[in-house]
Each structure stands twice: as C-alpha cells, then as structure tokens.
C-alpha cells in the first residue's frame, strides 16, 4: 500500500474493514456446542445470512438443518441449510414465504433442542411477515415512506417490529422451550442487539404508542386498519423478563468498530496515523459531510487538532431525506456534500462506502473523492450543488468514474468511511 496512490489506499482500507467482519473471521469463536440429546435448527436473515450458515456448516460436528433468508444476491453454496433469497430494502413475497415458513420450522421443538438464529443487516426487510389483518402492500407503502422520511434505523425498525407477525421478539417466543442462541453482525449504531433485523429472537423494550408517535413524526399516511392494530395494542410486542427467553443467550459477533480498528492497523502499518472519530455517527448524510469536511480543512490548512498525514475514519449510519429525483445512495450523497464543502481542497481525499457492497439500494458501494474532483467535474458541465439538493450523489460519482464497486460482501456493519489528508 503506497501513499503515491491515494485512491488505492483508501480502497485498502476498505477491504481491510469488511475483511474484519467477515463471516470466515468473526463467527467460528462464537460458535455453541452442539446439544447433548436434541436437534440444531439453523435460522437466520440478513445480507449476511448465507455467508454464516455457510461458516456454521464448514465448523459445526453434528446434525444440522434450517434456513435462512438473505438479499438477491447474496447467497452461498449450503448442503444442509436452506437458502432463500429476497428483496431489500422494500420486502417481496420471497421474503414473506420465507419468514412463515421459518416460524412453522420452529414448532414443536423441545427443551433439548437448539436454534442457532444467525442475524445480520437486512434481516428486517427480508423477514416480511405482516401481522394479522395488515397487508405485505401497506408494509411496503410504509417501509417506502420510511426510507425517504429521514428515519432513524432505530425509528423504522420499531414501526417494523409492530406491524409484523414475526420480528420484535415473537420468532424466539415460538422457539420454546428450545435455547435459542442468536449471533449477530451489528449494522445499527450502538450495536442494540434489539435493532438489528427488528430482533426476531430478542424482547422489545419499544411500544405501540412509539410507533404511533414515529409515523405521526415524520407525517407518514398511516391506513385506518393498521393505526387500529397499533391503538388496540394487538400489536405490542414481547418485553424484557419474559420467563420464556430466560435460557436464551445472544452475541453481538462484529460491529462497526472492529472494522475501524482494522483499517487503522492497516493505516499505521502504511505510515499514516489513523483517527477514529465515532463507530456510530448518524444523522442527515449531507450535514455529516460538511462536518468531516470542516475538520478536514482545518487539518489541512493549520495542522489541528491533528496533524498531517493523517486518516479520519468513522462509521455509522446515516439517513437521507429524499427531495429529489436522482439517484442516490448516503454514502454518494455524504461525499458529494463533502466535495462541495471541501471546494477542491488541496490534498484531501475520501472514500465512503457501505460494507455490505451496496449503497443504498444501487449496484456501487460508495465512491472515492478526490481533491480534483470538482474541477473535473465543471469539464463535464456537471453541478455539483445541483445534483447534491437532487439527491443525485451517484450521478455525480459515475459520471467522473470514481464510484466503488465490489458485489455483495456477505457482511454487514453499515457505513465506512476515510477521509485522507496529506
């Protein structure tokens, strides 16, 4: 890794990061024994769904059987564990046909028995299955509205988790009397187990009421029969010291900060001295940009409060509220916010990109900025302000060839990002 080439440095780190939170690395230690007398019953969603069934039969002495539910995509060559695919982020009928067919595979296990819930993100978009009397047409509609509000992961997990007949802890209920233990690689800031996918398998501390009081936040048009499921209460979920998850157990088995930590190895093994600023910033995607930006300029006109050579990383996940019509991504719509403010900088480059290998619900990871990329961009009669209120940050970065594109990582811990200053 060469700092003559800022691009591929940044690249560098990046793969260093997904590397860290990879299914291979981060499950095999976290792995239960097998039960002494009773089946195992794998069950899983999320983008990295299929990566860990696959790690869990590569390790796992005995017998096994379950399914999982993971992104198109996404999936992985399983013998024993079934692997469906489904849409994301807004759910499809794949996904609905998986999640009920994943809760009548967990009846009638005994206290013998062992379920293995492997979650990861992306698991509540893929595990579709609306409660009693509410449409998967209406959980669409809201998960779309959801999306475009500016919503918090947290805030639209907890409307999720009151609309469906199988997250927020209702999956695990119908495992009992089995243990259920659940691993997860955490894509939510603040690794609240409970957030990520909605927690199928884990009590839920949120209510009714806060789904009421999120959908009237952000004016979403909530129809008369879902608003009754949530004021009737027929929609609350499980709470915490439910005698019936008493023998359950959870580990979070990756986060945002252990991929922040392997790419700032990677950073000082190069010779550049690496800055975590948070594992889990969140916010309006274009404000974080213009507050990386700051920093950034100031390290680079006046050596504070760090001095160059330098890398600032940080991770989260951000939102963006969609006013526009372009095509977009938060990590696009960061380093666009970020290229206006640091207005051609000199020697301050960028990469942001979400780990999972997909921004947004594009076919990139992120894109790389770098110092020139404005002036560039006015070669192409390109503005870069105008694109950013069209929420067009992808455009943006496609147009002068600088957009990231791997595939599925088979991961997911959320947004990366790496601002270079030389």
């Not at 379920?115 to 698991?123: A, D």
């Not at 009081?213 to 027929?234: C, F, Q, T, W």
Request: hydrophobic share 40%; aromatic share 4%; net charge negative.
């Amino acid at each position: 890794m060469s700092l003559s080439d800022p691009r591929q440095f940044l690249l560098d780190l990046y793969g260093s990061a997904v590397a860290a939170v990879s299914a291979e690395k981060c499950l095999p230690p976290h792995l239960p024994a097998p039960p002494a007398k009773g089946r195992t019953l794998v069950i899983g969603a999320g983008k990295g769904a299929a990566a860990m069934a696959k790690v869990v039969e590569d390790y796992w002495q005995g017998e096994l059987s379950g399914l999982v539910v993971t992104r198109y995509g996404h999936g992985a060559d399983c013998r024993r564990i079934e692997v469906v695919e489904a849409a994301h982020p807004v759910p499809d009928e794949a996904g609905r046909q998986a999640a009920a067919r994943m809760l009548d595979m967990v009846q009638g296990l005994t206290e013998h028995d062992l379920v293995l819930c492997l979650i990861s993100g992306g698991g509540s978009a893929l595990l579709a299955l609306p409660a009693p009397g509410i449409t998967l047409e209406q959980k669409q509609a809201i998960n779309k509205a959801l999306l475009k509000s500016g919503a918090t992961i947290s805030e639209m997990n907890c409307v999720r988790k009151h609309l469906s007949a199988i997250k927020g802890g209702r999956l695990g209920l119908a495992c009992a009397p089995a243990q259920v233990v659940t691993l997860l690689i955490s894509d939510v800031p603040g690794d609240d187990p409970g957030i990520i996918a909605s927690g199928p398998t884990l009590p839920d501390p949120t209510t009714c009421a806060d789904a009421l009081a999120i959908m009237r936040k952000y004016g979403l048009d909530v129809p008369d029969n879902v608003r009754r499921h949530l004021e009737s209460g027929a929609g609350e979920t499980p709470k915490p010291g439910d005698a019936r998850f008493a023998s359950d157990r959870y580990q979070v088995i990756a986060n945002a900060q252990d991929a922040l930590e392997a790419a700032a190895a990677r950073a000082r093994a190069a010779g550049i001295t690496p800055y975590i600023l948070s594992d889990d910033i969140e916010g309006e995607a274009r404000d974080v940009g213009q507050v990386h930006a700051a920093i950034a300029r100031q390290i680079a006109r006046r050596n504070q409060p760090m001095a160059k050579p330098c890398v600032l990383l940080s991770g989260g996940e951000t939102t963006v509220t969609v006013r526009g019509q372009g095509r977009g991504g938060r990590n696009a719509e960061f380093l666009l916010s970020l290229a206006v403010a640091l207005d051609g900088c000199p020697g301050v480059y960028a990469l942001a990109c979400d780990t999972d290998g997909i921004d947004g619900s594009e076919d990139n990871a992120g894109a790389i900025c770098t110092p020139d990329a404005l002036a560039r961009a006015v070669s192409q009669n390109l503005q870069a302000r105008a694109l950013l209120e069209n929420n067009d940050g992808y455009g943006f970065f496609q147009a002068l060839g600088d957009l990231v594109t791997t595939g599925p990582t088979r991961t997911n811990v959320n947004d990366f990002r790496a601002v270079l200053i030389l």
